[in-house]
């Protein structure tokens, strides 16, 4: 276990506070569905945030300060996202093999994360619902009552669900899915035979989160490192150089409007047969 408190990682909460205060209330715009001529929009957008180390290293500061200035490109890219109308916004801070980094990075982004999901409560006013994504276990419980505050005051919230992926793994997910149904069959209030894909979904964690429609992933690395593995299997893949502090609403922008030009086939393949 961490102790977040025995690691000095200076706050980032005043000016993030000050970003996420300061903001314009967002326009919603209404959600593009198929019926208003224009292409529709993800409903699903997830972005693995990787880059503040590379970041850090090019300016000579510490990886810890790279990870401080990833956290405040934050505001702009959920601004943006408000305002396109996104339904759900899925962030990935760290996955389950992230543990393997040094201890004091680790122990540094257990701190931020306590306390980006306090200052991102604040969210809450412009009906963002907060949900954490992850595993409990190992956990510093300082970061998990943050977490758990954080998707509690913010349930009743629809215009925008924003998932913090937070000691993540996809593969993990998948397997709890698994444990659960085999409790469930185990208990008699299941038959196997009768697991479908659905059913399957059913059980994951947040199952009512739909599947993923846009997977972006910064610093020009071309691989998903076990994230949201069922539900990103026909997300549309973005792989942009940008390293994640520098990452901006416009470039977002820029890349949904790059969505919107994709001819989805979820495998009914095109042309005469
Ligand atoms: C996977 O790459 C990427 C992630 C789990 C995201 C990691 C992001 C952070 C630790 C920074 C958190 C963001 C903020 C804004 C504080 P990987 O490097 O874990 O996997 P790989 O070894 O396959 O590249």
Redesign the pocket.
Known sequence: MFEVGAWRVPSVKRLLRASVAGAPAAVVRQRRGPHDGAPPGPRHLAI???G?GRWAALRGLSRTRG?QA??LA?PRVVDTALEEGIEHLSL????T??WNRPRAEVAA?MR?TAQLADVFRGYGERGVRLRWLGSEARLPRATLAALRRAEDDTRDNRAMTLAFCFNHGGREEIARAATSLARASADGALDPGAIDEALFTRHLPHADLPDIDMLVRTSG?Q?I?NFMLWRAAYAELFFVDTL?PDFTGEELRALLAAFATRKRRFGAGVGPV
Do not use: A
Request: no cysteine; net charge negative; proline share 0%.
């Open positions: 693995i945030m990787d503040n990870h990833g956290v934050l990935f801070f760290f996955s093999e992230n982004l931020l690395e691989r490192s994640w």
